[in-house]
């Protein structure tokens, strides 16, 4: 019997699915009464580079991934070289018989192998958009996980009937076939069971988007920058449904001062970006504090100075926020540390900021920001829109 909680990596090249391949299986948990934890790791890349998603799953929440894995999903040659210290005891791993080969001197003793021909019955770019569907069809086989939950996961994802049937045939054949080959690794250690409990699998970056629609946000801009972009991504593609306007501006510089003119005009704006976009604002901050404009700002950390390390997380940037722009003037800085505090102190950040007519910033970093983790539905019956002074025309 495994332990608890269970973890799984899916590794491979990008763009093979690899981040598709986790999601779904904890979604898949999520919705039958389990709890997971999400990790993505990526590398500085515009195209190429080994991705990995972490999955850990347990039947109570989990508030960060395990290290040690249980099940490993291989799709590369470096999928497999890089996490054989991560390995734990009676590990299984999964491979592309074709592409992976492995190092038997530095399997820890326990783990077994299984190789599987999961790329062999794909060509040219098939291969890469629905490997993640063979890989999580063995999986199912091998670790004894629902391969109908998959299923049910995959008719709610995929909108193109034609792709839809493709990927589930694809899970379907990856199934039979490890079943064929080998024999169950073990019985996946927690219960699948609806406990009725609404839950969402959402990430700290989604929780705080979430908190300014519920805040009353009206306006937001930005320009992308990892790990702060999928705030405005998520306002992007929602806000229009809440009456939200979204801005890409040409650089950081114009974004914020978008937004200090939207606070201006007494409407609720916020930006996102990471260290090097708020150093670009770090002028215009001083601006909305001498102008007592309230101005909400999302700096979402990464690794090293200058424009740093896009795709890996750092905690270093409070010194540097709490002191930005030239002369002294009051500022509020919340550093949410959950998914849940993300959402309330978002919420509770708008209206400080409006009752003490000041700039307020949320610092994150980039593990908060990206992790994806299974939550109860937010309980905001408490919360309540407090806007400050205002001027009424009438």
């Known amino acids: 019997m495994w332990r608890k909680p269970f973890t799984v990596m899916f590794g491979g090249p990008a763009g093979y699915g690899i981040m598709s391949a986790g999601t779904m299986i904890a979604k898949a948990g999520g919705r039958n009464g389990l709890w997971a934890f ?5 590398p500085s890349l515009i195209k190429g580079g080994l991705n990995t998603c972490t999955v850990s799953f347990d039947d109570k929440p989990v508030k960060a991934h395990e290290e040690r894995l249980d099940f490993l999903g291989a799709l ?27 190092n038997l001197a530095r399997i820890p003793a326990g783990v077994k192998l299984y190789p599987v021909k999961l790329l062999g019955s794909l060509a040219g770019e098939a291969a890469k958009v629905m490997a993640n569907s063979a890989m999580v069809g063995a999986f199912c086989a091998l670790a004894a996980f629902p391969l109908e939950i998959i299923a049910s996961i995959m008719k709610s994802e995929f909108k193109k009937e034609s792709v839809l049937q493709q990927n589930l045939s694809l899970l379907q054949q990856a199934f039979d076939q490890t079943k064929q080959q080998f024999v169950e690794h073990k019985a996946f250690p927690l219960a699948f069971q609806c406990d009725g409990k609404k839950k969402m699998l959402l990430n700290g970056n989604d ?14 801009a930005g320009y992308p920058m990892t790990p702060g972009s999928s705030v405005l991504t998520y306002l992007a593609d929602h806000g229009a449904e809440y009456g939200l306007v979204f801005k890409q501006a040409e650089d950081e510089i114009a974004a914020v001062n978008m937004l200090i003119g939207a606070g201006f005009a007494g409407v609720r704006a916020i930006g996102s970006t990471s260290g090097g976009g708020f150093a670009l604002m770090t002028e215009a901050l001083g601006f909305a504090a001498l102008g007592e404009v309230p101005l909400v700002i999302v700096e979402a950390q990464r690794g090293g100075p200058s424009t740093g390390l896009p795709t890996r997380t750092a905690q270093a940037d409070l010194n540097f926020v709490a002191y930005a722009s030239q002369g002294e003037f009051p500022r509020i800085i919340v550093a949410p540390g959950d998914i849940e505090e993300c959402f309330v102190e978002t919420f509770r950040l708008f209206n ?7 700039p307020g910033i949320i610092l994150t970093d980039k593990y908060l920001a990206d992790s994806t983790v299974t939550h109860l539905y937010f309980d905001d019956q408490n919360l309540r829109i407090e806007r400050g002074k205002l001027v009424d025309e009438a």
């Open 38 to 42: 999400v990790v993505n790791e990526y």
């Open 76 to 102: 590369s040659q470096e999928a497999l070289d890089q996490n054989y210290e991560k390995l734990g005891h009676e590990a299984a791993i999964l491979y592309d018989s074709d592409t992976v080969e492995p």
């Open 207 to 220: 929780a705080i988007a979430m908190a300014a629609i519920k805040a009353g946000v009206k306006f937001a």
């Open 352 to 358: 400080l900021v409006e009752k003490y007519q000041v």
